[in-house]
C-alpha cells in the first residue's frame, strides 16, 4: 500500500476554509466532515483536515500558531507542469489567498506560493527532472 500523508491545519472560520479549498478543486470528503472539520482528498495519497481551532487544540499539548504572524510549516504540492502550477496558484488567489513569495524559475524547477486565508504557506512546484542539472 503506498503511504499516504494527511495535512492538519488550524482554521478560524471553517465555511471560508471549504469554500476556498473548494474553489481550489480539492474534493471534499463528506464521510469526515462536520462542523468541527472539512476533509479533501488532493490525490489519492494525499488529504487535507482543516479544523475549527478549538477541535484542533484537542490533538496537541502545544500552542497553535498564528500562520499569518508565524511560520509552522509549508505545504508543498508537486505538479505536472508550469502550466498546471499558474493554474493552482491563479485559482488560490482568485479564491482569496494572499502572497507568500516571488515566483521561483530555475528552469528545470518552476514553482509559486501562496497563503490561504489563515496565513497557512503552500507552494506548488513544478520539476522537469530531464532538465535537471548533473550532479558532481
Known amino acids: 500500500m503506498a503511504r ?3 495535512v492538519n491545519l ?6 471560508k476554509a471549504t469554500a476556498f479549498y473548494t474553489a ?3 474534493e471534499q470528503n463528506a464521510q469526515f466532515s462536520d462542523e468541527n ?3 479533501f482528498a488532493i490525490s489519492d ?5 482543516v479544523l475549527v481551532e478549538p477541535f484542533f487544540k484537542t490533538f496537541t499539548k502545544k500552542e497553535i500558531a498564528d500562520a499569518t504572524r508565524t511560520t509552522e510549516a ?5 505538479a505536472d507542469s508550469r502550466e498546471e502550477v499558474d493554474e493552482l496558484v ?3 488567489f482568485a479564491a482569496g489567498a494572499g502572497t507568500s513569495n516571488d515566483p521561483m524559475d530555475q528552469g528545470f524547477m518552476y514553482g509559486r506560493s501562496f497563503q490561504d486565508p489563515d496565513g497557512h504557506l503552500w507552494e506548488v512546484v513544478y520539476m522537469d527532472m530531464s532538465a535537471m542539472p548533473a550532479q558532481g
Open 4 to 6: 499516504m500523508i494527511f
Open 10 to 15: 488550524p482554521v478560524q472560520d471553517l465555511a
Open 24 to 26: 481550489l478543486g480539492f
Open 37 to 39: 472539520a472539512s476533509s
Open 45 to 49: 495519497t494525499i488529504h487535507l483536515m
Open 74 to 78: 509549508i505545504v508543498c504540492l508537486s
Open 90 to 92: 491563479e485559482k488560490a
